[in-house]
């Protein structure tokens, strides 16, 4: 019986040991956009290889559902594909919360159709009517005479709000848009869909869609989403991607962070398909 | 050798296919389990409860001073620690969000009062036209509607706290706005009937008196920049009532046959009639960002004719048995809140005044007319600057020091008001909000 009694001891001491060196290691929670998980997903990977001890869990939900998490104290770390709203700032204000920012990378949106669709260029005026639900067919834009289905990402993602104010100034989308929760549906669906629009990140964007030619200078110049486009600042729908961060956190997410502006972390950003933010 | 084949193949189909068995069992077990336990969370996530407890010391310029900043300190005493406010409150929404119902209770050491019982129904075809009913803030002005646990001063003016005493009132009103995600959610309109009587207090039950019923209104407007640097709002408010008097006389400003400013008779057959109170009011909120951090104006102004007694402004609670004095009042505030750069400290400066009888100035007050009452320390306009720092904690707590300097209006004629009161305020308070 004694025998047992001291296994069972020194069992205890083993379990409790590595209990203790497992909460000696760093643990941080990433929460938000979906644009930019797969990004944040590759770097913590690669990230947690050269950092041993260090746990990063990522997690989607959409920039407001990361957003909120930072103020309740669920995530060390939001991603964002939007700025913070002022709503957003004065609640982080009264939380008594002092927010860092970091822009990680850029991505440009790609206005994407069926490939059966002839239509190849839209101008900003256009997009804000076929968007808003003024323009219906799209006979209207120069194509053949068929409904425009409008696709959207639903209204807690922060892809959806910077779409909104940078395309459609701040109206509001189609009362019969199309709200789909995740990137990946949109396309599925415009592939299937012939007379279907919506937007994606430029990563997203296949063969199973067709790109549209933007022009925001009324017509005069019509470029296409690419790296290089958004890099010289030649297409217009570009938008910073966010990790927002609060002091008392600083500690432990500024490692990664500074791993993800590293050239390292840049090469990632460059890979995954969004813009690095080295000029 | 064929008995250890036998006993080794046995001994794999125990370890390996058992298990399995056994696992998907568990899995299956697991797997309902879990949807009962989501299935339990949808149901409890509707029911919401929250609230906050306000502690605080406060440090008045002179024993037993009459203070709106928590109430009237006892005679003979200039320091107090007290609970402010203890309210506990808890909603519940259904599962579409169309409706909702929610009941609020104020627990202090002076005993537990009801704050809201109230219910709200939006219509489910165009969600744009809601109906709230119950014990609920009349929807006039942005003060008297504004949370106290995110006010950023201890309390709501002196004219807030006279006309609209406990924020709530019994009544029904319809909101008419914009889905959230609408094109029109940055404009609300409400309008209402409600008692007039106010809510129960630890003093007064606030039940109906008569038949006379108030209409409130207030329509607002609130916008923020596309570059999210810039908010403002904007919202007028109305309203529109009275109530019934036991007692004949009424007064008015006026003056004697010798030109001398007081109380003049207006009515004298008012038994079981109704005295019409009246009011207006503007608001205005500013808020950007810059360097050094998110700044917030405030002001509002409110003016009207208040029916009322000889020793309050504020409207009654029971029928007058005593005369009715009518007075033509006027009153603001102007706020100034510095969220200190990236610092969790926020700084306000406060700005107003109360003028109960914008008729009655200066030395008029308590100077003798003949067949008249005379304009009395009820009368008397106060201003009031406030100066306060919070150090906002974590989005639970908070600590706030304030002090208030109180400035009252000043008259050769009227005793105990020849020069300013010593009626100073230091209010140390902590919140904790959950």
Do not use: H
Not at chain 1, 6 to 12: E, G, S
Not at chain 1, 25 to 41: A, E, F
Not at chain 1, 120 to 139: A, M, V, Y
Not at chain 2, 247 to 254: E, I, L
């Amino acid at each position: 019986m004694k025998n047992l009694n001291r296994k069972l001891l020194i069992a205890l001491c083993i379990f409790t040991g590595i209990n203790s060196g497992i909460n000696a290691q760093t643990k941080i929670t990433i929460k938000g956009s979906d644009t930019c998980l797969p990004l944040v997903q590759k770097e913590a990977e690669k990230f947690m290889k050269s950092n041993k001890g260090q746990t990063i869990t990522v997690i989607g939900g959409g920039s407001g559902v990361g957003i909120a998490a930072l103020m309740d104290g669920t995530t060390d770390i939001a991603m964002s594909s939007r700025a913070l709203k002022m709503d957003e700032k004065l609640k982080m204000q009264e939380a008594g919360k002092a927010l860092k920012t970091a822009i990680i990378a850029y991505d440009a949106l790609s206005v994407i159709i069926n490939p059966a669709n002839k239509v190849d260029n839209l101008t900003r005026e256009q997009l804000d009517g076929i968007f808003t639900g003024k323009i219906k067919n799209w006979k209207e834009v120069g194509g053949e005479d068929m409904k425009i289905i409008v696709y959207s990402r639903e209204t807690s993602s922060g892809t959806y709000e910077f779409f909104k104010e940078k395309v459609l100034m701040n109206k509001n989308y189609a009362s019969d848009a199309l709200m789909m929760p995740a990137t990946g549906a949109i396309i599925q669906s415009i592939s299937q869909t012939k007379g279907a629009v919506g937007y994606v990140g430029l990563a997203y964007v296949d063969a199973s869609v067709k790109e549209i030619k933007v022009s925001f200078d009324k017509g005069k110049t019509f470029t296409p989403s690419s790296y290089e486009n958004a890099k010289n600042k030649s297409y217009p729908i570009v938008r910073p991607l966010f990790l927002f961060y609060t002091n008392k956190a600083e500690a432990a997410a500024k490692p990664f962070i500074d791993y993800v502006l590293s050239a390292e972390g840049q090469k990632t950003v460059k890979d995954v398909g969004y813009i690095d933010v080295s000029k | 050798m064929k008995k250890l084949k036998y006993f080794l193949t046995s001994a794999l189909i125990i370890v390996l296919i058992i298990p399995a068995i056994a696992q998907e069992e568990t899995s299956d077990t697991t797997a309902a389990t879990l949807s009962k336990i989501m299935s339990d969370l949808e149901i409890l996530k509707r029911i919401k409860i929250t609230g906050y407890f306000q502690a605080q010391f406060q440090y008045a310029d002179s024993s037993g001073m009459n203070s709106f900043g928590g109430g009237s300190f006892p005679a003979f005493t200039d320091k107090r620690i007290s609970l402010r406010r203890g309210r506990i409150k808890s909603t519940y929404t259904s599962n579409d969000a169309l409706t909702n119902a929610v009941f609020q209770i104020d627990a202090t050491e002076r005993g537990i009062v009801v704050n809201d019982v109230r219910l709200k129904f939006t219509d489910p075809w165009i969600q744009w036209f809601s109906l709230q009913a119950g014990l609920q803030d009349r929807p006039f002005g942005f003060e008297v509607t504004y949370s106290s646990s995110m006010s950023e001063t201890p309390e709501r003016g002196r004219m807030s706290q006279i006309i609209f005493p406990n924020e709530r009132d019994l009544g029904a009103e319809l909101i008419i706005q914009g889905p959230k995600t609408g094109n029109w959610n940055w404009l609300k309109v409400e309008a209402g009937i409600f008692n007039g009587s106010g809510a129960p207090s630890a003093t007064s039950s606030a039940a109906e008196f008569d038949k006379y019923k108030d209409f409130i209104s207030r329509i607002t407007a609130s916008r923020t920049t596309i570059n999210q640097k810039y908010k403002y709002s904007i919202g007028f408010s109305y309203y529109d009532g009275g109530y019934r008097t036991d007692n004949d006389t009424s007064f008015k400003s006026g003056t004697d046959a010798s030109g001398i400013e007081g109380f003049i008779i207006d009515k004298t057959n008012l038994k079981n009639k109704k005295v019409n109170r009246n009011y207006a009011g503007a608001d205005m909120q500013f808020t950007f960002e810059s360097p050094a951090g998110i700044t917030t104006l405030r002001a509002e102004y409110i003016q009207g004719r208040q029916p009322a007694l000889s020793s309050t402004t504020a409207f009654a609670t029971s029928a007058p048995v005593s005369n009715v004095y009518f007075r033509k009042f006027n009153g603001a505030y102007f706020y100034f809140i510095q969220n200190i750069a990236s610092t969790p400290l926020q700084a306000v400066i406060k700005y107003d005044w109360y003028d109960p009888n914008t008729d009655a100035k200066g030395d008029e007050l308590g100077k003798v007319l003949t067949g008249g009452k005379v304009y009395s320390a009820t009368d008397v306009r106060y201003d009031t600057w406030g100066f306060g720092i919070t150090w906002l904690w974590d989005s639970n707590l908070k600590f706030m020091a304030y002090y208030d300097f109180i400035k009252n209006e000043t008259s050769a004629n009227l005793s105990g008001y020849t020069k300013d009161l010593k009626d100073n305020l230091f209010t140390l308070r902590i919140q904790y909000k959950f």
